[in-house]
Nanobody, 120 residues
Framework: QVQLVESGGGLVQAGGSLRLSCAAS????????MAWYRQAPGKQRELVAS???????NYADSTKGRFTISRDNAKSTVYLQMNSLKPEDTAVYYC??????????????WGQGTQVTVSS
């Protein structure tokens, strides 16, 4: 069993900041890449940011310079620091992790999603 537990979502004014956290637990051998996705009503789910096990990061163009993804391997946790938030950032944010549960089995796991609402 693998679970991803998210926290940190909420309501914030435009220009404000939020920090999302996602902790993985369960039958984990190695966590490969971790990522944050988001989905707004009427829109497709999109990749916001990703980070490899070695710490290499990638960001959606719309979040570059505002969002920062990081991870704490000792805690099996990925973070998303969101600054200068805009109303268009409003979405349900989902944590994703690619995980080796054994030496031979790998899969993608998702958090339950956390609502981020940015008011204008």
């Amino acid at each position: 069993q693998v679970q991803l537990v998210e926290s940190g979502g909420g309501l914030v004014q435009a220009g404000g900041s939020l920090r999302l956290s996602c902790a993985a637990s369960g039958n984990i051998y190695i966590i490969n890449a971790m990522a944050w996705y988001r989905q707004a009503p009427g829109k497709q789910r999109e990749l916001v940011a990703s980070i490899t096990s070695g710490g290499s990061t990638n960001y959606a163009d719309s979040t570059k310079g505002r969002f920062t993804i990081s991870r704490d391997n000792a805690k099996s946790t990925v973070y998303l620091q969101m600054n200068s938030l805009k109303p268009e950032d409003t979405a349900v944010y989902y944590c994703n992790a690619n995980i080796w549960t054994t030496m031979t089995m790998r899969g993608d796991y998702w958090g339950q999603g956390t609502q981020v609402t940015v008011s204008s």
